[in-house]
């Protein structure tokens, strides 16, 4: 062993100096040597992230992504540097209000409220159904095409002078509207019919009324009925390309 001597002649053992701890890819004969806890030495040749993590750019750490195995919190939102990630059943999973980014690398907040900022579609799904998006132009959440935003969803827009016709009163018990699109105003809301229609929805979309399903022939004959709260093809119809095809006898 190497030794030095002190002033008074005992022999002390000389410190060996300690190498830094190797980086992501660099050289390693076990574990121990790697830089952190998320590493480990593969073939006891070079230093690797862990299944499930992913390099920093300064190889001098892991980044957990969602799915990864964890042991404690730490793993997933500390040494593992996912924000707004918990360790859930030894997996690292985003926290209730938030959702992965679809590489899995971020926890993304799911937004409350329409028009609130997002990066990617499934924050607004979350929240407003599946006729939500984020609109990559502005980076909000934005109802599709022929949908607006209802009760905190994103709900089919329809003509309400053909919704009308389909009351259980005759179309001429109620006085002609002009052509428009259902944009309630306080008169309808008024009115229990299109209290419901503004909680409408479509094919495999929830309710509690039939009239709440929206979904229409060529002959304008609904083919939805609400079914276990969820708006299905009626009898006489199929699901197929995400409508209702009407079933030809045989």
């Known amino acids: 062993m190497l030794s030095v001597f002190d002033t008074c002649g005992i022999v002390l053992p000389k410190a060996i ?24 030495c593969k073939d006891q040749k070079t230093c690797m992230c862990k299944p499930g993590y992913e390099p920093l750019a300064s190889k001098d750490g892991c980044q957990a992504t969602e799915g990864a195995q964890c042991d404690t919190d730490s793993d997933c939102s500390g040494i593992g540097n996912l924000a707004n990630s918990e360790c859930k059943q030894n997996l690292c999973k985003c926290r209730d209000t938030f959702v992965p980014s679809s590489n899995k690398s971020l926890c993304l907040a799911i937004p409350m409220t329409i028009q609130e900022p997002c990066e990617e579609t499934l924050q607004c799904t979350e929240s407003f159904g599946y006729t939500s998006f984020c609109d990559q132009s502005q980076h909000v959440c934005s109802c599709t095409a022929n949908n607006h935003f209802a009760n905190g969803k994103c709900v089919v827009s329809v003509n309400i002078d053909s919704l009308r016709h389909h009351r259980w009163e005759t179309p001429n018990s109620q006085p002609k509207l002009p052509q428009r699109t259902r944009q309630l105003d306080l008169e309808d809301q008024h009115d229990p019919y299109f209290y419901h229609l503004s909680q409408s ?33 009626k009898e006489g119809y199929k699901e197929e390309n995400n409508s209702c095809g009407k079933l030809v006898a045989l």
């Open 17 to 40: 100096p300690t190498s830094p701890a190797a980086k992501i890819q660099e050289a390693c004969s076990y574990d121990k040597d790697c830089v952190t806890d998320l590493t480990f």
């Open 201 to 233: 929805t479509t094919l495999r979309g929830a309710c509690e009324e039939n009239i709440q399903c929206l979904l229409y022939d060529a002959n304008n004959q609904t083919m939805l009925e609400c079914v276990n709260s969820v708006c299905a093809c």
